[in-house]
């Protein structure tokens, strides 16, 4: 028999508390004035909080393409893909190579940890739970029912923190000091660094992070603490970033030596990130001739793969590689390699084609 209730009677975390007491296998699926969410348990383990398939707002690809995961290339061909197969995501990414098992693992927890933290501030509402109603897919993921809501309570602790800090989103944060050399900076922490620049506010600056919200945040507040980065001012809503550059001042007097260091140090950052990106090109080992390098066998995947999405769309391959830009498959410099040259030829009316490259 089903269980069913009001939001009001029994909170979202009392309810999954008891099926994980119980070890029980389902679906629990909550709405709230027009909004739903669905957690799959196995044997009292929270093992998915999406349908499967590939729902309109499927909530693992949002948040892939949130943290910058996927591009819209692959959002777009994930989408034809799946209209074409009735594939679940999950196999889609494993299957297809987006991601491999482990990474998949990893945003799993941290989508589902996101989905927690919003349920658990749902006051009103309905549930019902089916027992009937179970996970198909191999699950990648078993997370306690405790051990996930000690997180989510944890996390809202940490959130109240973060609104003590920084009360007001359209505050702008900027480079105050860099940490010592010695001190190890996670990937995300040293992307942070590249965006913030003295001129972004903290909405702006969580909306090009390659993090979640409440990840950037979380990020942000670490920073903040060490002495690295500092509130430097407020932009209202609407209103555009100051430009790029030192300003001169209204009125007469000193500058302040933050925002003079804040300046070069941001300046300095972005031609750091920009020359190891160019380096990353530059500096990789040549590849004997006519033998693509890494790089080269990368971009020769991603091609092929657009190949093959144009190619189901309208059931030719396109006449020339551009097309593929003009379909928006692929960006115009996907389509162009430092050192090669990507050679395309359609043949048999579209339904075959080859494709190399050579090096210049």
């Not at 939001?7 to 999954?16: G, V």
């Not at 209209?83 to 693992?105: C, H, I, M, T």
């Not at 971009?299 to 097309?323: F, I, K």
């Amino acid at each position: 028999m089903a269980l069913q209730g009001n939001l009001r009677d029994f909170s979202a975390t009392e309810i999954l508390q008891l099926l994980g007491s119980q070890r029980k296998t389902g679906c629990l699926m909550l709405e709230q004035s027009g909004r739903t969410m669905t957690v799959y348990v196995l044997e009292g383990r929270v093992v998915s909080t999406r349908t499967p398939g590939l729902a309109k707002d499927d909530p693992l690809l949002g948040f892939l393409c949130t943290v910058h995961r996927l591009s819209d290339e692959q959002y777009r061909g994930i989408q034809t893909i799946q209209r074409e197969s009735g594939r679940d995501l999950e196999d889609l990414l494993l299957n297809g190579r987006y991601l491999e098992a482990e990474e998949l693992a990893g945003y799993l927890e941290r989508q589902i940890l996101d989905d927690m933290m919003a349920l658990a501030r749902w006051e009103d509402g309905t549930y019902r739970f089916d027992p009937q109603r179970r996970w198909t897919q191999p699950p990648l993921v078993r997370l306690s029912v405790e051990g996930v809501l000690m997180e989510v309570a944890r996390r809202a602790d940490e959130r109240r923190r973060f609104l003590a800090t920084f009360p007001d989103e359209h505050r702008i944060l900027g480079v105050r000091d860099l940490p010592d050399p010695d001190v190890e900076l996670s990937e995300e922490e040293r992307e942070l660094f590249g965006i913030v620049d003295g001129r972004h506010t903290l909405a702006e600056i969580a909306g090009a992070a390659p993090l979640s919200e409440y990840e950037t945040y979380e990020a942000l507040q670490s920073m903040v603490e060490a002495g690295w980065l500092e509130v430097t001012g407020h932009r209202p809503p609407g209103t555009a970033p100051a430009p790029k550059g030192p300003v001169l001042a209204a009125t007469a007097g000193p500058t302040r030596p933050s925002w003079q260091r804040e300046l070069v140090t941001a300046a300095l950052l972005v031609l750091g990130i920009a020359l190891l990106r160019v380096g990353a090109h530059v500096l990789a080992p040549p590849a004997p001739a006519g033998t693509p390098n890494v790089f080269a066998a990368a971009r020769l995947r991603d091609v092929r793969m657009a190949l093959d999405l144009y190619h189901r769309e309208h059931g030719a391959y396109p006449p020339r590689l551009e097309d593929l830009a003009d379909a928006r498959w692929l960006a115009p410099d996907r389509l162009r390699l430092r050192g090669y040259e990507i050679l395309y030829r359609s043949h048999d009316a579209g339904a075959a084609y080859d494709l190399r490259v050579e090096a210049r």
